[in-house]
């Protein structure tokens, strides 16, 4: 594959719920271009872009997939996105280095579950969007009613650029709304010229004039001549089309049928014509590090390199493959470059275009270009590379926060280390990932975007790395916490022949308000306790902390007051005031009512607003407060405290509740008492398991 300047390569997103038919339009692209020899079929599993086998057993797509394409003298870089939300990350990765992103909505179904969540990324993402309205040609496939659909849901202007001769079993070609001309398809994709049919014509003719009054608005000049009465030429609409479409006024649109190969000729040539160039989109953006001062660098080859990576895939055989989008510069292989990120020097090995799984060398990529780099020592997903003599810092992929949490664990013990690495190779590859070890609850934690995410890394960790693993419900963080206040002396003495050990204090335990923590008071006066023993009790009374006495939960928001105690001048030690302190705390939390403290977080829900009242409804059954509500846009955003016991796999459960298009975010909040019943099952609970581990 030959260097395509800037001017020649579009880097265009597909981006659409599942089933939308996103691949199948890339492999329909790819065939028909002769970038594959064979029209790959997601149902057989011979796609180009859906080789893992995790995607050819689920036939779903799992991982960004890159599809390069020659068409007409330009590069087209299409980025195959997830359609499922639990992998939205490799979603927002291929949006953030699209110049352009086409969303696909099928004909039968219009905007459906996922639809809006899908849409939302674009909208955050700001950049032009095309919409292809896909699978033409199945049973109930209406262009106009899910053009109609669109614009209503999403509270943007759809606008078609081409309208389709029949529909379903009946579609056999489109009429060009900008040139008015008709074509009906051949088998391999291709069009030829006919006559509009004329029963089409009033149809046809409504369209035109949406399509004319929409680039008229679009452009001053044109918007004074069509006033004016005046016909705008073939070159004008086209004109107005794309600046409608840079300036995301409207959303040009147009019908295709990827398997029969009914418009994809059509469409490859609106990809060419109407979708923005790097050049298009301006200078690239960062900060000098460590700084919010801007730089700006010209998307040329010629200019300071600036580069990012945007996806890793690890290849057992090759090591870490680094996907790189080249935003100004060039890049080139052997030569060294900075990691304005990390702050480090790195040394690039070879280059290549990468389509799917197979990979072709590059001399190098230039600006405007997507590629990638093999065993990059230094740099990672989200980096920055530079020449550290102009050094610039691109703004991040904006990842999206976790909605689930599991805890993951290895029946075999030996397993363990191995489980480590391959987990940290995997959020390597998937930075929604996270998984870290709370040790106060002897668990490790995964937290990740929803439950088939989770399923699919179990089983990349057994084919991959050879481990097999299990998930239970995560362990709540339950702290304990004393509402009375009390005194209870701690005496240590043993006498075993020779020096024995002697420690006596008096401690006075308070509760204090809730998030105090933890305060040790010294009220010792006359000696009645040595100055060098003090800070042993202390220890001895923080340590007896790290497990109450309801159900061995760390205690919380308590003073401890030693004010007095006694000591032997020879059996006196730190360690026996340790104790001494520890058995003070025990005895004395045991007398003063002590309490089981549950962690409340704060839940932010955007959802519909037909939905909100089943949300509501739902956050009160688990024992929620609805803090207020607001508006962002179509959604409404619920606002609450609910405890953290109530809320596993909650992602999951508001997805079937909101038929897939609310989401959440949650952040810690406070702990509060627990009710009583409640604290009686978890306290049973935590004994029984306490009793079977000492058993075991």
């Known amino acids: 594959m030959k260097d395509h300047q800037p001017a020649n390569i579009r880097n265009i997103a597909l981006v659409s719920p599942h089933g939308t038919g996103k691949t199948s339009l890339a492999e329909s692209f ?24 995790e995607e050819v057993h689920r036939k779903i797509t799992i991982s960004l997939g890159i599809a390069p394409i020659e068409w007409r003298d330009t590069k087209v870089n299409l980025l195959d996105t997830p359609g499922y939300s639990d992998f939205v990350g490799d979603m927002v990765a291929g949006l953030r280095v699209a110049d352009a992103a086409v969303f696909c909505i099928k004909a039968s179904a219009g905007i459906e579950a996922g639809s809006e969540s899908a849409w939302d990324r674009v909208e955050e993402r700001g950049c032009p969007v095309l919409c292809l309205v896909t699978q033409m040609e199945r049973e109930h496939a209406g262009f ?22 029949g529909e379903a079993d009946k579609f056999r070609g489109l009429v060009d709304l900008v040139s008015m001309k008709a074509y009906l398809f051949e088998k391999d994709g291709s069009a030829m010229e006919a ?15 949406a399509l004319v009054d929409a680039a008229a608005e679009a452009d001053d000049a044109l918007l004074e001549k069509f006033l004016g009465g005046e016909e705008l030429s073939t070159e004008e609409v086209r004109r107005g089309i794309r600046g409608g479409l840079l300036q995301k006024s409207f ?19 609106t990809f060419v014509w109407l979708m923005p160039s790097p050049l298009d989109c301006g200078p690239v ?31 057992t055989h090759a090591g870490d493959l680094s996907m790189i989008r080249v935003f100004a510069g060039t890049l080139s292989p052997g030569k060294e470059v900075w990691n304005a990120s990390a702050q480090r020097a790195e040394k690039t090995g070879q280059l290549f275009y990468v389509l799917g799984k197979e990979r072709k060398d590059a001399g190098q990529i230039i600006a405007g270009d997507i590629g990638a780099a093999v065993k990059l020592r230094e740099s990672h997903t989200g980096q920055t590379l530079c020449d550290k003599s102009a050094p610039i810092l691109l703004p991040p992929i904006p990842f999206p926060h976790h909605e689930l949490e599991v805890a993951i664990f290895v029946k075999n013990k030996a397993d363990e280390e191995k489980m480590g690495s391959g987990l940290h190779k995997l959020r390597e590859e998937d930075p929604t990932l996270h998984v870290h070890v709370d040790s106060s609850l002897h668990q490790t934690l995964l937290q990740g975007t929803g439950d088939l995410q989770v399923d699919v890394i179990i089983e990349k960790l057994q084919r991959r790395f050879g481990v097999h693993v299990e998930l239970m419900k995560p362990r709540i963080p339950y702290r304990e916490t004393i509402r009375k206040s009390v005194s209870k002396q701690g005496r240590h003495k043993k006498q075993t022949g020779g020096r024995g050990q002697f420690g006596d204090v008096h401690v006075r335990l308070e509760p204090l308000k ?57 059996d006196s030690s730190e360690m026996a005031f340790k104790i001494a302190g520890s058995l003070a705390f025990k005895e004395g939390a045991r007398e003063a009512g002590p309490v089981l403290l549950e962690p409340i977080v704060e839940i932010e829900v955007r959802v519909p607003k037909d939905f909100v009242g089943a949300v509501t409804g739902d956050l009160s059954s688990k024992r929620g407060k ?15 405290q609910v405890p953290q016991a109530e809320l596993y796999k909650y992602s999951t459960h508001l997805r079937s509740l909101t038929q897939g298009r609310a989401s959440h975010k949650t952040k810690f909040s406070h702990y509060e008492e627990i009710p009583r019943e409640l604290a009686e099952k978890v306290v049973s609970q935590a004994r029984a398991e306490k009793e079977a581990m000492a058993s075991a």
């Open 30 to 53: 790819l065939f028909r271009a002769k970038a594959t020899t064979r029209h790959g079929k997601v149902e057989e599993g011979t796609t180009a872009l859906d080789f893992s086998p």
């Open 144 to 165: 106009s009613k899910a053009l109609e659909g669109a614009s209503g849901r999403l509270g943007k202007r759809f606008v078609a650029t081409a309208w389709p001769i």
């Open 195 to 209: 006559p509009i049919p004329p029963e089409l014509e009033a149809e046809v003719q409504k369209a035109r004039g």
């Open 251 to 269: 959303v040009p649109a147009l019908p295709v049928a990827a398997y029969p190969m009914m418009g994809i000729d059509h469409v490859l040539d």
């Open 285 to 315: 953006v960062g900060t000098k590090p460590g700084t919010e001062e801007k730089v700006e660098f010209k998307p040329e080859p010629s200019s300071h390199l600036a580069a990012l990576i945007f996806k890793t895939s690890s290849e």
């Open 514 to 570: 809730s998030g105090s923590g933890f305060e040790f008071v010294d009220e010792i006066v006359g000696g009645a306790v040595p100055r060098n023993y003090i800070p042993a009790v202390e220890k001895g009374i923080v340590e007896a902390m790290h497990e109450g006495v309801l159900a061995g939960y760390p205690v919380v928001d308590v003073r401890a007051a030693l004010y007095d105690g006694s000591y032997h001048s020879v």
């Open 626 to 640: 609805i803090l207020g509500m607001g508006t962002d846009g179509r959604y409404e955003v619920i606002r609450a």
